[in-house]
């Protein structure tokens, strides 16, 4: 039987580089933002992310998007 997948969440996660250690690599750090629209638009939630890490004092280092799904057999 074929297998549909059904989307259950989607995350926008930020990560910021908080400092570095003693050995002078990143020490990084993930906000996580759930309940993003399935729909939404890449570029929207890119944007959005954007908006937000200006409100940061720590610099951001990544955008992901995360989407969470259920994989079931057709019927």
């Not at 020490?27 to 890490?53: E, F, H, T």
């Amino acid at each position: 039987m074929p297998v549909v997948s059904n989307v259950l969440d989607t995350t926008a996660r930020m990560t910021f580089q908080t400092g570095v250690d003693a050995e002078g690599n990143p020490i990084l750090k993930n906000r996580s933002y759930g309940n993003v629209k399935a729909g939404a638009a890449d570029q929207d939630i890119y944007d959005v992310c954007q908006i937000m890490a200006g409100l940061q004092e720590n610099t951001l280092v990544s955008i992901r998007k995360v989407v969470e799904t259920e994989l079931v057999e057709s019927l």
